[in-house]
C-alpha cells in the first residue's frame, strides 16, 4: 500500500550531494515496494516480544502479593522481585544492541522468545525468594535481548510514512499480553484473594514459545542489516518476498546501490562503531532527550501496572479487582488508535507534548478520585469522585499509549542503520532503569506514608520535568539513505542567521531542527 498523493511533502527527504547514476539506494526501494503484508508480519511476529513483555509484567505484579503472603515477604522484597525484572531488561538491551548490530536483528528476537519461555517455567518451579528473583532477572535479560531489536527491524522495511503506524501496531501487541494476563487473572480468581501464581506464571510463558516457532520459519532478517554486511544477494531475496507479501508485480525492480564496504577495522572497533554514533557530540542532545522520554513513560507506566492491582483491591472500582484490570487494558486500545490517527495526521512533538500533558492531568484525576474513595464512606463519595477516578483511570492508559508510540518511533528512526539497535536500546535501557524504581518506590512510598497517593504525586513530577526538556526542543525526524546521508539530530533550535527556520514545516518532523550528520556537518534543512 503506497503512501497518499497528498503526503508528498512528508515523504520528502532532505536535500544531499547529488547521487550517481545507477540503483537507487534501499531506502526508495523500500518507499517503493509501500506498505503491506511484509512490514505487519515484522510487526506481529517480531513485534510481540512486546506481547509476551506486557503478559509478564502484569503477571508478576498481580502475584506478588499471593507470592509475598505464601513466604511472608517483606515491602522491600516484594518491590524487588518486579524491579529485578527491570535490570534484567538493562543488562538485556545493552547486550542487544551490539549483537543487533553485528549479527543481525533476527537472532536477538529469536532468543529472546526461548528465554522468555523456559525462564518463566523455571520462576514458577522456585521455592525462595531469591530464586524467584534470580529467576525472574534471566526473564528480564531475555524481554531486552528482543526488543531493540524487533524496533529497528520494523523501522527498517516500513516506508517513512507508515512507521509510527508499524510501531502502533507492535506497542498494540503489549495490550495484547495484559489482556491475556489479566484474563488468566479472572479465570483463577476475580477477587485476587487465592490466586495460584505458579499456574499463572507458567501460562505466562505460552505465548513466547508460540512465538518462537513462529519467527523461526517466517521471520526474515532485515534487508537493511544484509546489505550494510555486503550480503546483497541475501537482501535481494528478502526485497523479493517483501514485494510478493505486498502483492506486487514480479517487475517491480528491488535493484539497489550496493553499500560501500567499510574501512577495515578490528572486531573491536566495528562492536564499538555504533555506540560512538549514538554518543556523538552531534547526537549526544538528541540521546540524552530521548533516554529521559522513555524513563518517563517507563516509570510512569510500569509503575501504574504495578501499583494498579494493589489500588484497585483496596478502591471500590465498581467491579470485581480482576475486571478493573481487564477494563484498564482495554482503555488502551483507544490510546492505539488515536496513536495512529496522530501519526498520519500530527507531527511527533506536538503529539509528545500533548500526551505528557494529558497524561499529568489523568493521573492527577485519578489520585484525587482514588482519594476521595478511601477517605470517604461509599454514600459520602459523589458522581464526580466516580468520573474522576475512572476517566483519570483511562486517560493514565491511552494517553501513556501515545506517548510511548511517539517517542519510541522517534528513537529508532533518528539514527542510521549501523548504529539503529543500538540507539534503540539507549533509550530503552534508559526507560528500563524508570522501570526498574518503580515498584521499589511505590513500595517504599507506601510503606512511609501508609497509602497509594505519594506514589502518582512524585509520578506527576517526572512527567512534568520530562514536559520543560521538551518544550524548548523541536524534533525533525529524517530517513537515512543507505548510510550516505545521516540522522536529523533533536537540538534547541540554533541555526544561523543564514539558516532561519522555514515557515514550511515537515508534515510528520514538526519544527525546524538543526539538520547535521554525525560528523557535525549541516547537511540540509
Known sequence: MAAPADTKDVLKLPSYAATPKGPPPLSEVIERLGFGWAQLRCAIIGGAVFLADGAELLLIGTVTRAVSSEWGMPAWQRGLVVSVVFVGILLGNAMSGPMGDNFG???????????????????????????????RLLVGIAFGFGQPAAIA????VTPVYWRTLVQAVVQGSFIIGELYSALLVWYDDPEMKNLDWRWLLMMGAIPSAVYFFLAIFFLPQSPNYLACHGEDEAAT????????????????????????????????????????????????????????????????????????????????????????????????????????????????????????????????????????HVLNSEKDTTVWHAMMLHGG???????????????????????????????????????????????????????????????FYTMMGFIALNLMLILPVTTKAADDDDHESQPVVLMIDARPPDRAASPQQ????????????????????
Open 237 to 372: 531475496k528478502v526485497l523479493e518476498g517483501m514485494r510478493h507479501d505486498n502483492g506486487l508485480p514480479d517487475d517491480v525492480s528491488v535493484e539497489f546501490r550496493a553499500i560501500p564496504p567499510r574501512a577495515a577495522s578490528t572486531p573491536l572497533q566495528r562492536a564499538m562503531e555504533p555506540m560512538a554514533i549514538v554518543f556523538s557530540l552531534p547526537m549526544l542532545y538528541t540521546t540524552c532527550v530521548s533516554i529521559y522520554s522513555c524513563f518517563v513513560l517507563n516509570v510512569v507506566f510500569y509503575g501504574c501496572l504495578y501499583a494498579f492491582p494493589q489500588v484497585v483491591a483496596d478502591v471500590d472500582m465498581g467491579s470485581s479487582p480482576a475486571v478493573a484490570l481487564i477494563i484498564g487494558a482495554l482503555w488502551e486500545i483507544p490510546g492505539s488508535l488515536l496513536s495512529v490517527i496522530c501519526a498520519l495526521f500530527m507531527s511527533v512533538r506536538p503529539v509528545t507534548i500533548a500526551s505528557l500533558s494529558l497524561m499529568f492531568v489523568s493521573m492527577l484525576s485519578f489520585t484525587l478520585g482514588a482519594e476521595a
Open 153 to 156: 527491524q520494523c523501522v527498517e
Open 105 to 135: 536483528r533476527r537472532m536477538p528476537i529469536i532468543a529472546s522468545y526461548a528465554g522468555i519461555a523456559v525462564f518463566s517455567v523455571l520462576s514458577a518451579m522456585t521455592n525462595s525468594f531469591y530464586q524467584l528473583a534470580s529467576a
Open 393 to 455: 483511570y483511562m486517560g493514565i492508559k491511552a494517553f501513556t499509549y501515545v506517548a510511548f508510540v511517539a517517542i519510541y518511533t522517534f528513537a529508532a528512526e533518528i539514527y542510521p542503520t549501523r548504529a539503529r539497535t543500538t540507539g534503540s536500546a539507549a533509550s530503552v535501557a534508559g526507560g528500563r532503569v524508570g522501570g526498574m524504581i518503580a515498584p521499589l518506590l511505590f513500595e517504599e512510598l507506601a510503606d512511609r506514608t501508609g497509602g497509594f497517593s505519594a506514589f
Open 506 to 525: 515537515d508534515g510528520r518532523g514538526g519544527g525546524a531542527g538543526v539538520d547535521v550528520d554525525v560528523a557535525g556537518r549541516w547537511v540540509g534543512g
